[in-house]
């Protein structure tokens, strides 16, 4: 992996970091007239040491991953790429047939984290025989779950094999607090780390009064507030979509913000934590 610059990194549970702020790409690809900016932003963001770039076989249906392959052909080394196997295709042969086709769409021979996208009715001893599978060939160098609840972890860890998992990739920001119960601290406790993905909730944090209020104390923005927020744990990756490159720069800028006390007190009052377990959300 090329190098993260001033981005802070998290171990995964092999000692390899990761940058903790990445770069996702749900919707790209999918408007010829954004295509050139996103394609900007993501350079943009691998300049800036974003180098983790988070996409899924489903993202319009290989699209953001052409994208992505086709944008990084000549620095595909300096990313640390995260694709998704629909749980559809999670079985024990068409995973491997899934992540063939993403390789190939991503122009590489190796996928950095390969991922669940979400519990599915295949039993997890076949989608965790293929992930051994992969390994051993090389194709891909990690492999995760996303969307698992505190449930779903313990079940994957009475799986063999299941303890080589290495991050649960799940929503969080200010909106949704479910996780700090109980699926963050398990986390933590295992040295898994959590991707948070949707940190800004697809765009319907930036006009939230109280982010708005904590952004004008420190002359920021609303979503770099989200963001700062979100990365104030530890063990914890955002990976915000940005699909312009004064977005991507803001982003990187959100790094150096700290929230105070008193930032996380205006925040606790219009987002209050949780108080008990709550199901495991969605997006
Ligand atoms: P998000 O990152 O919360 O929000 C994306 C929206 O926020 C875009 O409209 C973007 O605008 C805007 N934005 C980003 N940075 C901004 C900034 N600094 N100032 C103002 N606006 C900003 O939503 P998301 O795409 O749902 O989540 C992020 C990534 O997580 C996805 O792209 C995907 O890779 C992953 N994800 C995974 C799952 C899963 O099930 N595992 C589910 C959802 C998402 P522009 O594009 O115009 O810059």
């Not at 963001?45 to 953001?64: I, K, N, R």
């Not at 009475?158 to 799940?170: E, K, S």
């Not at 700062?228 to 915000?240: C, D, M």
Request: aromatic letters at 6%; hydrophobic letters at 40%; proline letters at 7%.
């Amino acid at each position: 992996m090329g190098p993260t610059h001033d981005v802070r990194t998290v171990p995964l549970p092999t000692g390899e970091h990761v940058p903790v702020l990445g770069q996702g790409t749900w919707g790209w690809a999918q408007d010829p007239a954004r295509r050139g900016s996103e394609k900007q932003s993501l350079l943009l963001g691998l300049d800036l040491g974003m180098t983790l770039v988070d996409t899924a076989e489903m993202y319009g249906q290989g699209a953001a991953e052409e994208l992505i392959g086709e944008t990084l052909a000549a620095r595909r080394d300096e990313a640390f790429l995260v694709t998704k196997v629909l749980p559809y295709n999670a079985d024990r042969v068409e995973t491997v047939n899934a992540c063939e086709r993403s390789l190939k769409r991503l122009r590489t021979d190796r996928i950095d984290l390969y991922l669940l996208h979400w519990r599915g009715s295949v039993p997890l001893e076949e989608t965790i025989t293929a992930f051994g599978e992969l390994l051993r060939a090389g194709k891909i160098r990690h492999w995760g779950v996303s969307n698992f609840d505190p449930a779903d972890l313990r079940e994957l860890a009475g799986v063999p094999g299941g303890d080589a998992v290495a991050t649960n990739q799940v929503l969080y920001n200010p909106a949704r607090r479910g996780i700090e119960y109980d699926l963050l601290p398990r986390c933590q406790e295992r040295g898994l780390p959590v991707m948070a993905y949707s940190p800004v909730e697809q765009g319907r944090l930036l006009t939230a009064p109280a982010l708005e209020a904590v952004a004008r104390r420190h002359r920021v923005t609303a979503a770099q507030v989200a963001l700062a927020w979100v990365l104030r744990r530890s063990g914890v990756i955002a990976i915000p979509r940005a699909g312009r490159p004064e977005h991507v720069r803001a982003n990187h800028a959100a790094l150096t913000l700290t929230l105070t006390d008193d930032d996380l007190a205006t925040l606790d009052a219009a987002f209050p934590p949780v108080r008990g377990p709550v199901p495991l959300e969605m997006l």
